[in-house]
């Protein structure tokens, strides 16, 4: 082996070790800082690029949980005016309960007559005032058909629920109920069926909402469970083992001094 003055090759060994270790250092340093094992994409190429989508995929599903929980608000306030309107038509049959028999005389029917028409006038306002964040009236039109994107794509089938709740016109007129008259008897009688029938539709409605509301409600439950799971993936992939990275931090340290 040659003997030179030169160039001294055992401190240039050891200046390339210490650069080495300088940057293993600083690695350490980021990571710990960071608590993730991938910073940049030159940390693990293939594993940020799958740290991303999974990153994607929370990111999106986060907002299709809270698109459910917005149409279970939506769905809530149309069931609360449905609730009302059904509970008005309790009260305008036993109303006709009362005007359909002998034991008051028509006097007393006109009285009667004085509520049903301040029923029939509520049962108006609350459907065209029952309204969710500028949307029409949603008790007063001919349908409410509505679409949740509760998924992260775009297929019909799997990522959007849909809801059609069918003839939504629930002021009087479209429950056949503004022409009430309880002034006779027999009309008094006759209006049984129809307010019967009024009732029906209108809890065939509320059925169907809170149907609606339930599969809403096993939505928010089922991504929210999704999103643990691909938030747990992604910290597999792209976290850092902090006790490892502390490890090789006081190890570089040391090789550094």
Same mark, same amino acid.
């Given at each position: 082996m040659a003997l030179t003055i030169m160039? +001294?090759?055992?401190?240039? +060994? /050891?200046? &390339?070790h210490l650069q080495r270790t300088h940057a293993k250092l600083s690695d350490s !340093?980021?990571? @710990?800082?960071?608590?993730?094992?991938?910073?940049? /994409? /030159?940390? %693990? /190429?293939?594993? =940020?690029?799958?740290?991303?989508?999974? *990153?994607?995929?929370?990111?999106? =599903?986060?907002?299709? @949980?809270? &698109?459910?929980? %917005?149409?279970?608000?939506?769905?809530? @306030?149309y069931e609360g005016g449905t609730r009302e309107i059904s509970s008005m038509l309790i009260r305008t049959r036993e109303l006709a309960m009362q005007a359909a028999t002998d034991t008051i005389s028509d006097r007393e029917r006109e009285l009667i007559q004085y509520e049903v028409d301040e029923i029939k006038a509520e049962i108006d306002r609350l459907a065209s005032t029952t309204k969710f964040i500028g949307m029409d009236p949603l008790l007063a039109g001919e349908s409410l058909d509505v679409e949740f994107q509760v998924g992260k794509n775009n297929e019909s089938e799997v990522d959007r629920i849909a809801f059609d709740a069918g003839n939504l016109d629930l002021t009087s007129a479209g429950l056949d109920v503004d022409?009430?008259?309880? #002034?006779?008897?027999?009309?008094? *009688?006759?209006?049984?069926? #129809?307010?019967?029938? $009024?009732?029906?539709?209108?809890?065939?409605?509320?059925?169907?909402?809170?149907?609606?509301?339930? *599969? =809403?409600?096993?939505? @928010?439950?089922?991504?929210?469970?999704?999103?643990? &799971? !691909?938030?747990?993936? &992604?910290?597999?992939? *792209? %976290? $850092? %083992?902090?006790?490892?990275?502390?490890?090789?931090?006081?190890?570089?340290?040391m090789l550094r001094q």
């Open positions: 160039t +001294n090759v055992p401190a240039l +060994n /050891a200046q &390339n !340093l980021e990571k @710990v800082g960071s608590g993730h094992r991938i910073n940049k /994409a /030159a940390d %693990d /190429a293939a594993g =940020l690029a799958i740290s991303e989508n999974l *990153r994607a995929d929370i990111s999106s =599903l986060n907002q299709g @949980v809270r &698109n459910a929980e %917005d149409g279970i608000s939506l769905v809530q @306030v022409g009430l008259d309880f #002034t006779a008897r027999e009309d008094a *009688r006759d209006a049984l069926d #129809t307010i019967d029938e $009024a009732i029906f539709n209108v809890n065939s409605i509320r059925a169907q909402v809170g149907a609606m509301q339930n *599969r =809403l409600t096993n939505t @928010v439950n089922a991504g929210r469970t999704q999103v643990e &799971n !691909l938030e747990a993936a &992604n910290s597999r992939i *792209r %976290d $850092a %083992d902090i006790a490892k990275e502390s490890t090789d931090l006081a190890k570089n340290q």
